[in-house]
Nanobody, 125 residues
């Protein structure tokens, strides 16, 4: 049973930066895929970024390319989402998630097996 704990959310001004962290308990990530999703009030959950441990590949939604960066520290069992040039439309609850086996559908939240509790990101204008 994998538990994911998120932190790093908060209130920032437009153009500012935040770094979200997601720490896994009791396990190394090994060959898992780690993803970040977000959900704004009244909106569907959407893909933000993902990292494939097996291939070492990263993936980003078009809306965050060039602004967000996903990274990991295997020794700490932690994945990060560095968010720069934040916009009000980035406001959402951000969730990290773990897929046990790479499916190629990293953008699909239904493929993931474990989820963090979410952390609120609010960007003011």
């Amino acid at each position: 049973q994998v538990q994911l704990v998120e932190s790093g959310g908060g209130l920032v001004q437009a153009g500012g930066s935040l770094r979200l962290s997601c720490a896994a308990s009791e396990r190394t990530f090994s060959s898992y895929t780690m993803g970040w999703f977000r959900q704004a009030p009244g909106k569907e959950r959407e893909f933000v970024a993902a990292f494939s441990w097996s291939g070492g590949n990263t993936y980003y939604a078009d809306s965050v390319k060039g602004r967000f960066t996903i990274s990991r520290d295997n020794a700490k069992n932690t994945v990060y989402l560095q968010m720069n040039s934040l916009k009000p439309e980035d406001t959402a609850v951000y969730y990290c998630a773990l897929e046990r086996y790479y499916s190629g559908s990293y953008y699909d939240w239904t493929r993931y097996d474990y989820w963090g509790q979410g952390t609120q990101v609010t960007v003011s204008s």
